[in-house]
């Protein structure tokens, strides 16, 4: 991420159709935002197949895959970008692991959901891989604004 500080590395977060279904936005959403993460983009999609084949382009093959595209096209997704420091890994933390019960209590997945084909967010695995998907989703950018808090979660 040249040109960018730490502190503005950016990772794309969605909450899936059953998370939406469920009213779980809020909560999700306050989680990224109490950690001191600034949303710098989001939105209400209900994605096209083709749109959800291209962003998981790598699990294409797996037999999961053809499930995970019906669900994900089920519904609306709510789409989101946060930023701060340690953005993707501290994002994919606070998700917890891709199965539900393997996730530690305290993690979104470890509080809120049970089961790995219903696990209700998505987060970016890597800064590549985040800059892709921001891309992908976010054609448009992101909105770049001042931080007001900033100096009170940053030294
Ligand atoms: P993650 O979302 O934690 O990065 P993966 O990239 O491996 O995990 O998988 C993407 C999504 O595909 C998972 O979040 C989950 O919704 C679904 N998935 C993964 N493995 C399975 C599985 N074995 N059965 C059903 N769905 C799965």
Same mark, same amino acid.
């Given at each position: ?80 970008? /946060?930023? $701060?420091?340690?953005?993707?890994? %501290? =994002? #994919? ?9 393997? @996730? &530690?209590?305290?993690? /979104?997945? $470890?509080?809120?959901?049970?089961? %790995? =084909? #219903? ?9 590549? @891989? &985040?800059?892709?998907? /921001? ?21």
């Amino acid at each position: 991420m040249p040109n960018r500080p730490p502190n503005a590395e950016r990772s794309f977060i969605m909450i899936k159709p059953d998370g939406v279904q469920r009213n779980l936005i809020g909560k999700i959403v306050g989680r990224f935002e109490d950690r001191g993460y600034k949303i710098v983009a989001m939105k209400m999609v209900h994605a096209t197949t083709e749109h959800l084949e291209k962003h998981y382009a790598d699990l294409k093959g797996k037999p999961f895959f053809p499930g995970l595209i019906k669900y994900m096209a089920s519904g609306p997704v709510c789409a989101f970008v /946060i930023q $701060g420091l340690d953005a993707v890994k %501290t =994002g #994919r933390a606070m998700l917890g692991a891709t199965n539900p019960l393997a @996730s &530690a209590v305290g993690t /979104i997945r $470890g509080d809120y959901c049970l089961v %790995t =084909g #219903r696990n209700i967010c998505h987060g970016s695995d890597a800064v590549e @891989s &985040a800059e892709h998907e /921001i891309a992908l989703w976010f054609p448009e950018g992101v909105i770049e604004y001042e931080d007001t808090e900033h100096a009170w979660i940053y030294e």
